[in-house]
């Protein structure tokens, strides 16, 4: 191998191509030219895409190594437009960094962005003449779908029926991905379940589903088969596809689902299977079990100006609801007057029933109250009233659009007989959660719930102040904290008395701050995990660690000590744009569904200034984050994959 081609900045950035053909099933050769390794790339100097390619493939590209060989007629542009499939699957490994693999050496990035913006601007837009799309894809998860079947058919599924595992998120794709047959089978087998159920419903319904297909079939169990019939036939089915697909059915879609209609009454005779085997045509379309976000086939580009409405639509109603929107937002995406009533219809959702579980969703995303399960150290009773506890919480500050520093200092909580006790709170009994007052102890908001003590615990072998510090620089001041440099935390290790005693954890976190490698993240991160050593590893308050007395004081710098949770929680207090921000970003990725990328993360100190502006009230989090460029525009754009 030519010297040049060993450098980090040469890589065989193709090799990707490998994996995504083995991966995808398709495979292409394109030859070998003797040009292919002619350009020596240069750590000063910018290179031009296709010269990246060369530079960074040959040697792997070249004499069917890989499958995957090319020359220069392959890297003619219009060879490339026609390829689009494989260039779509390079972007994504590109972007994901999925390749070059882990022994490889690894290009700088400022090359890797060079060659994905320029295949996304040259090679990847459609061509207006062909109408193909570019789509950001995932199937529903299964949440959503149970959802789905509930609001369209009335129709409650049960949480363990057989469908897919969740897809892992977005993907970019030239068009939905087929099903596997073992899929494909578990949604028809759910879609015959969910109908069944509902021809089952004989008399009027309580609930509003979007087709009372019992009742539809009795209004169409009639001996005219006139015009007025097939009328009636093809509104029912047109209304129910529109909300299935969540947008407008189109001429030939309904045309198809009239000819399954027809087809299965003239074989049977049955109104009811006719109806059936219609409705299940639509429940297994990738129109209704994919979420599709595209570039539309006129050329134009969605984004923050010029967002796709019924895209936008769907975005907001499942970021709301786990569920797809209603009549009145598919209404809004209609008319075109969605985006200028965003906010409008933002806080007309908030306050529907269907958002009720929002605030929880949301809180079990953000603190990963998941993790409780782990801590096999508390008795499954505390650690469900831990969670209850933190959740209701969260979903009071969110119902009743309290102030989201709120969260820091609160003087009330909610517990039950075995977490008070747990606290030391007089007068609770029972299972139920009651709201109980946090004055006179020692404990006041969302730092003091045993719920994140315990999960930013290393387990039963005691508590960390590094992680409890480094749990709260992430989620409540939205601070990255990098991985430590390779080699440090041996080096600490090895230097660590194996005894235990008085001042053993606060000799671990002096010498982080001793090491220049290690000072600049652990100085605000241990003081603020120590200033929190009077709770233990699941949350209570203790005085003595074993013999020796607990010492809560952390220093931030010569003339700032944090001396215990009240000093923590003051000190959060005066960063509140640093904790709206923190949620501000949480919340966007989850509404998007994904990890925000950088130009993402350029948002948020405008989400986190508005709503300081709006005395921090939570919905004002909610309205900022779905009307911010990147919620507007979408997965579409770069950074769509998820990874």
């Not at 959660?433 to 039963?460: F, K, N």
């Amino acid at each position: 191998m030519p010297r040049s081609l060993r450098s980090p900045r040469a890589l065989l950035f193709f090799s990707l191509l490998v994996s995504g053909s083995a991966a995808g099933g398709f495979v292409i050769f394109l030859g070998i030219g003797s040009s292919a390794a002619a350009v020596t790339p240069s750590d000063d100097l910018p290179m031009a895409p296709q010269d990246l390619i060369r530079a960074y493939c040959s040697g792997c590209h070249v004499s069917g190594r890989s499958g995957v060989d090319f020359d220069d007629a392959a890297l003619d542009l219009e060879v490339m437009r026609n390829d689009r499939e494989i260039w779509i699957k390079a972007v994504e490994h590109l972007r994901s960094r999925k390749m070059p693999p882990p022994r490889s050496a690894q290009p700088i990035d400022a090359d890797r962005e060079t060659l994905i913006r320029w295949l996304e601007a040259e090679i990847l837009p459609v061509d207006p003449k062909r109408g193909a799309q570019i789509l950001a894809v995932q199937r529903l998860q299964r949440s959503e779908y149970v959802n789905a079947v509930r609001e369209l058919l009335g129709v409650h599924l049960s949480a363990a029926i057989a469908l897919p595992s969740d897809d892992a998120g977005w993907r970019r794709r030239e068009k939905a991905p087929e099903l596997s047959p073992e899929d494909a089978d578990k949604y028809a087998g759910a879609a015959q379940s969910a109908l069944n159920e509902a021809f089952a419903v004989a008399g009027p319904r309580a609930d509003s589903p979007v087709l009372d297909v019992a009742g539809v079939v009795r209004s169409l169990s009639c001996n005219d088969c006139s015009e007025t019939r097939q009328d009636a036939v093809r509104e029912q089915l047109a209304t129910f596809a529109r909300r299935a697909f969540r947008r407008p059915i189109e001429a030939a879609e309904l045309e198809q689902l009239l000819t399954v209609f027809e087809r299965i009454e003239t074989a049977t005779g049955s109104v009811e299977k006719a109806l059936a085997a219609a409705l299940a045509e639509v429940l297994t379309s990738p129109n209704f079990l994919y979420r599709i976000e595209s570039r539309r086939a006129d050329g134009g580009r969605t984004s923050e100006d010029n967002p796709n409405p019924f895209e936008l639509a769907s975005r907001l109603s499942f970021f709301l609801w786990n569920a797809p929107p209603d009549d009145e937002l598919l209404g809004e995406a209609e008319r075109g007057t969605l985006r200028k009533n965003l906010e409008a219809q933002t806080r007309r959702m908030l306050k529907a029933p269907q958002a009720h579980a929002f605030p929880v969703r949301f809180a079990n995303f953000w603190l990963q109250l998941d993790k409780l399960d782990d801590a096999t150290m508390v008795a499954p009773g505390l650690r469900k009233a831990m969670r209850d506890e933190t959740e209701r919480f969260i979903a009071g500050i969110i119902e009743e659009d309290r102030p989201a520093t709120e969260i820091l200092d609160a003087n009330y909580t909610f517990v039950n007989e075995a977490l008070a006790r747990h606290y030391g709170i007089a007068g609770v009994h029972g299972d139920r959660l009651q709201r109980v007052s946090l004055r006179g102890t020692r404990r006041a908001g969302l730092l003091t719930h045993a719920s994140i003590l315990t999960i930013a615990s290393p387990g039963v072998s005691g508590t960390s102040p590094v992680l409890r510090g480094k749990w709260v620089l992430e989620n409540l001041l939205g601070q990255s904290v990098p991985r430590p440099p390779a080699g440090i935390l041996d080096a600490l290790e090895k230097r660590e008395p194996d005894a235990t005693g008085p001042g053993s954890i606060r000799l671990q976190t002096e010498r982080h701050r001793a090491s220049p490698s290690c000072s600049q993240c652990h100085i605000k991160m241990d003081a603020i995990g120590l200033s929190l050593e009077n709770f233990d590893v699941s949350g209570a308050w203790r005085d003595m660690d074993g013999a020796y007395p607990v010492e809560a004081m952390g220093v931030l710098s010569d003339t700032e000590t944090l001396q215990g949770p009240a000093d923590t929680t003051a000190y959060l207090r005066r960063h509140s744009k640093h904790l709206v921000r923190a949620i501000g970003g949480k919340m966007l990725g989850f509404a998007l569904g994904r990890k925000l990328d950088q130009r993402d993360r350029a948002h948020l100190p405008t989400i986190a200034h508005n709503v300081a502006r709006d005395d921090y009230r939570f919905s004002r989090i909610v309205v900022e984050v779905v009307t911010s460029p990147s919620f507007l525009r979408g997965n579409i754009e770069p950074g769509a994959d998820g990874n």
